[in-house]
């Protein structure tokens, strides 16, 4: 039987929550307040890598939390707004960084990330754009050689899983990325990755192949959600659709419309910043990240983009502008030689649960309702088996893999 789907939210895990649908029969209606994928999923890094399965909740990570938000330039700030919900957040996100429960974690998140490159790959054959996924390395550049060791837990359990990973030294680095300062004298290179060089044109891409094999794609402002006896009625703009299933991947903003349901998840809207420099007058040949300032740099089409930081504050909160000047510094930092003149500036907001996972799966008590969202700062690579999760899921399919940790009602105490 033809399933008929209503999926609310056109990023990237919205777009390909649909085209998973659409492969396996139903019809597809894709409702979004804006154009596809020119939110959170327009403004990340580009980094689309099988090995980013390492929560953000490590050992010790309480111990660097003084230093993140109090520094010159920290890379970690809470707006006064978002302190009461903050305080509970962060203790369960402290208590996360138990090594048990982050070997756990990395292999949920293994399951989400490790397809990544293959099904984006899947999902662009032949719309033309093929190019926008390109192969790259990941590459973690140190500042102090003696920081950089395959022997930290997050490099132990990649290679444990198969990763590639190589360490070098300052000259081999300097030949790998001619233009990143010599103040790196190490990096640990993550090989097998790839890097999306628009972010944004390929959720755009994506959403016209979602018209193309048949699904809609329909513009207004998601008011409200309702449980009827036959189904699920929604209301955006000025119109209103009914549908037995619904699959909500609002990012940071579907609490809100799940809570007059009585539905409360602890997801906290993470703000991260990029700075584009249109015409660098540089080269960066991979993904490249500054462990100590948390930015990572990638070229994309329009320029080269540093992005990065973590802001938690309401989720309609204005851009603190302060920011775009710290990430200019950062990128003037790794890169002595950038030209950084006519800069464009971008926030987004990373929809965070504490455990660095999504919640994928059907809310228990309400028929029809499948909840696909809070990838936090892995929501690009996440979003291609995400999809196919979540469409499993709607489909009956028998799951070969244990999903149990993306249960949706997993907080409920």
Known sequence: MTKDVIVLGAGIVGICTALSLLERGARVTVVDRGEPAQETSYGNAG????????????????????????????????????????????????????????????????????PS???????LQGTGAEDLVRDSYYVHAFRDARKAHLDAIDYRIRRERGADLALVSRGDLKHLEPALSEDFEAAVLIRGQAR?????????????????????????????????????????????MTSETIVVSLGAWSPQLLEPLGIRVPLMAERGYHVEFPQPGIEVNHSV???????????????????????????????????????????????????????????????????????????????????NFGHSHYGLMMAPMSGEIAADMIFGVPQNRNTTALSPDRFAS
């Open 289 to 371: 990240m500054d462990v100590d300032r948390k930015v990572v740099a990638s070229s994309m089409e329009d320029g080269l983009r540093v992005a990065g930081l973590a802001e938690f504050a309401p989720v309609d909160a204005k851009p603190d502008v302060r920011k775009y000047a710290q990430i200019e510094r950062h990128a003037q930092a790794m890169f002595p030689d950038l030209d950084p003149s006519a800069p464009r500036h971008w926030m987004g907001r990373r929809p965070s649960f504490p455990d660095s996972l999504p919640a994928i799966g059907i809310w228990p008590s309400l028929e029809g309702l499948f909840l």
């Open 117 to 123: 490159i293959e099904l984006y790959r899947k999902h």
């Open 47 to 114: 980094i689309i890598s099988p090995w980013s399965i390492i929560p953000q909740s490590l050992p010790g990570v309480w111990r660097q939390v003084p230093r993140l938000m109090l520094s010159q330039d920290a890379a970690l700030s809470v707006r006064a707004g978002a302190w009461t919900r903050m305080l509970k957040w962060g203790w369960d996100f402290l208590k996360r960084g138990r090594p048990d429960t982050v070997e756990e974690t990395a292999g949920v998140m293994e399951i989400l990330c490790a």
């Open 196 to 240: 999306a060089v628009s972010p944004g044109r390929i959720g755009e891409v994506l959403a016209g192949k979602v018209k193309k094999l048949g699904g809609e794609l329909m513009r207004g402002d998601i008011k409200a959600l309702r449980k009827t006896d036959t189904g699920w009625t929604i209301e955006y703009g000025s119109g209103r």
